[in-house]
């Protein structure tokens, strides 16, 4: 038996034999290693690699990045909002400060425990509130996930559990739990969770009071189940376990009707202003949502435990034309830069001028859709640009005007062969 065994060559790690796997790599006399084993051996290496990597602090020798850092990085990505930037710079620098004074080299927890500060986003549409929360990610390089709290719904009804949100974070660290652990998670459309209060019906509110009561622990700091595969949680079903309380949480919503509620409040309290005069115009919209309180939040909708969780609350300015000037220009990759690069494979030139970038800004604001209104714009006053030139050797350069923008003037010239369309 012994004899058999001796002239049949084993795995030295896992004990399997030539025939039970692919490869059998031999060493020193008498030592080998299978090709499982090998990939078993990769496997570790490479997780040992990435958590090294996206360690808090390593990528920024040993340290947090400054609050003045951060806002340096977010300007390169973000144009305007000025005050929001300095607040997320700060409230992020705290977060992961924390994480790192809270546990000690030695691996003890100090005396004193600084609790965490999730943020608010308060802001319209297309103000740039998931930009800010995808670049503090990659200027971390910490795991992202974004979640939307329109589809969650309490326990036992049709919906998203809470607890799929954070399966999005954990399968974007690669089911790394520690990265997943120090994850950014950003919840959009948070204001749709408010209760209504004015409903009368006997039925619950499924996607309103009940889901805040389900983010509190969440969002505070628990040990939380989350089901492998998302959907609806069973008790059979095993689960993935992964702690919260270094988790930061950045809710973002736009609020709608919040205006009015502040303005309330405000003009009670302003002497010599009348709430019904239409003399609260003086102050602006954007003026108005930083001045929010969390007795505004909660006459919106928000129960009171769900807003002390997100104790960061900051507002977001409606765009001005000159950002959305620079929105269009500025970023790496901004919108007239890419229709440049896909004239520039035709051989074609394309110029914007000043009074035409003015003009597509000026017909994003009117659509009240900030940002993401830019390439619908664009879309459409150049379609016939970017059907013609492909096939078109006379045009090689494109100067767009303001005339061009509004469909006073077409962009692309009639040839003079053909008769020009009426």
């Known amino acids: 038996m012994s004899s058999r065994r001796n002239s049949t060559e084993f795995c030295t790690f ?96 100090d005396d004193i425990e600084i609790e965490k500060s999730n943020i608010l986003l308060i802001g ?8 800010l929360a995808k670049t503090l990610a990659k200027i971390l390089d910490v795991p992202f996930a974004i979640g939307d709290a329109t589809t969650l719904t309490e326990a036992g009804y049709v919906g998203e559990d809470v607890e799929n949100i954070l399966l999005r974070l954990v399968q974007a660290a690669d089911y790394d739990l520690t990265r997943a652990s120090k994850g950014i998670v950003f919840i959009d459309e948070i204001d749709k969770v408010g209760k209504t209060s004015q409903n009368v019906s006997i039925t619950r509110d499924v996607s309103g009071e009940g889901v805040q009561q389900a983010l509190l622990k969440i969002l505070e700091g628990t040990s939380s189940n989350i089901p492998p595969q998302g959907g609806r949680k069973h008790p059979e079903q095993s689960y993935i376990q992964l702690d919260t309380t270094n988790i930061l949480f950045i809710c973002g919503g736009t609020f709608t009707g919040l205006q009015d509620i502040i303005s309330k409040r405000v003009g009670k309290t302003l002497i010599g202003f009348h709430e019904d005069a239409g003399e609260m115009d003086i102050i602006e919209k954007g003026n108005l949502l930083e001045m929010v309180e969390v007795e505004d939040l909660v006459k919106f909708g928000l129960i009171p435990e769900f807003v002390g969780r997100l104790p960061v609350i900051s507002a977001l300015r409606p765009l001005a034309e000159e950002d959305l000037v620079k929105i269009m220009v500025e970023p790496k990759n901004a919108i007239i830069r890419q229709y440049q690069k896909f004239l520039e494979t035709d ?10 970038l003015r003009a597509i800004a000026k017909e994003a604001i009117k659509r009240e859709t900030g940002a993401r209104s830019l390439r619908s714009i664009l879309e459409g006053f150049m379609l016939d640009a970017m059907f013609e030139i492909p096939s078109r050797e006379d045009i090689k350069a494109i100067e767009v005007t303001k005339a061009m923008v509004t469909g006073d003037k077409p962009i692309v010239p009639v040839p003079s062969k053909k008769s020009k369309r009426a």
């Open 14 to 109: 896992c004990n399997k034999s030539r025939e039970s796997v692919d490869h059998l790599i031999a060493g020193p006399p008498g030592i080998y290693i299978c090709n499982e084993c090998i990939e078993l051996c990769n496997t570790i290496i490479g997780q040992e690699a990435r958590r090294k990597k996206h360690d808090v602090g390593r990528g920024h020798a040993g340290r947090v990045p400054a609050p003045k850092e951060i806002k340096k990085e977010l300007d390169r990505h973000v144009i305007g909002q000025e005050h929001a930037k300095k607040v997320l710079s700060v409230a992020v620098h705290n977060h992961y400060k924390r994480i790192l004074s809270n546990t000690s080299s030695n691996g003890k927890v």
């Open 124 to 131: 319209p549409t297309g103000s740039g509130k998931t930009l």
């Open 347 to 356: 051989g074609v030139k394309l110029t914007f001028n000043k009074e035409a």
